[in-house]
């Protein structure tokens, strides 16, 4: 399983945005893409046919090394055996969640403003999910954007790697990664896309161009020795 730290793209499921096709469709493109790490999130879905359709895509990602993850449910999250769970700022708390899954599983955290990075949010979480980058329609709830400068503005304020979410496209994926983000979320990038495997492609490559361009800009402000 990799790590956080090592995320490029991550794909959010949603099956209103799918066009027609199952999330196992999806899923499949988006691994044959090369997608870092898949966050299971159906809304509208029973218990049942929630942990129905996770036992199919689990199999699929464990057979290509991919992280699952289970948005809110940590019921489910265990049903299933994925390798974390993905909470909001109205979900279990963060170290309660920690204490049921143990120090195995990932947790990730939504972040929504600069107070949500607690120390307990940090101490138990193995990302932050900084949402919304951008203002997204994909979920109604959300509050204001934090843009390019909240995310260099979280970078200053932790070491977790940083996931950036809403309204994350081709145009701005890299732009995101250069703020600071290590990871860019999207839900219709791929979703939504005519061809999701090669969507899958074109953003991992610009987030891959990101870090690239991020590690230059550190090297030229390091100290000499």
Same mark, same amino acid.
């Given at each position: 399983m990799t790590p956080p730290s090592s995320w490029d793209v991550y794909l959010v499921t949603d099956r209103e945005f799918s066009r027609g096709r199952s999330t196992l469709e999806i899923v499949a493109a988006a691994v044959r893409g090369g997608i870092s790490v898949v966050q299971l999130r159906e809304k509208n879905l029973d218990t049942r046919e929630f942990y129905e359709e996770g036992l199919a895509i689990r199999e699929l990602l464990r057979k290509? /090394?991919?992280?699952? !993850? !289970?948005? &809110? =449910?940590i019921d489910l999250a265990l049903a299933l055996d994925a390798d974390g769970v993905h909470l909001g700022q109205k979900d279990m708390p963060v170290t309660m969640a920690r204490r049921i899954l143990g120090p195995d599983r990932i947790i990730g955290l939504s972040v929504e403003v600069p107070d949500h990075i607690s120390y307990e #949010? %940090? +101490?138990?979480? &193995?990302?932050?999910?900084?949402?919304? %980058?951008?203002? @997204?329609?994909?979920?109604?709830? #959300?509050?204001? #954007?934090?843009?390019? &400068? /909240? !995310?260099?503005? %979280? =970078?200053?304020?932790t070491k977790l790697p940083l996931v950036a979410i809403g309204s994350i496209k081709d145009a701005n994926a890299r732009a995101v990664v250069v703020a600071g983000a290590d990871c860019a979320a999207v839900i219709t990038a791929i979703t939504a896309a005519e061809d999701?495997?090669? +969507? @899958? =492609?074109?953003?991992l490559a610009e987030v891959r161009a990101g870090k690239r361009l991020r590690g230059a800009d550190f090297s030229r402000h390091s100290p000499r020795h």
């Open positions: 290509s /090394g991919v992280p699952l !993850i !289970i948005n &809110d =449910r #949010a %940090v +101490a138990n979480s &193995d990302y932050l999910a900084i949402s919304p %980058v951008f203002q @997204t329609d994909t979920k109604k709830d #959300a509050g204001p #954007a934090w843009g390019l &400068d /909240g !995310i260099r503005k %979280v =970078r200053k304020m999701p495997e090669e +969507a @899958t =492609r074109h953003l």
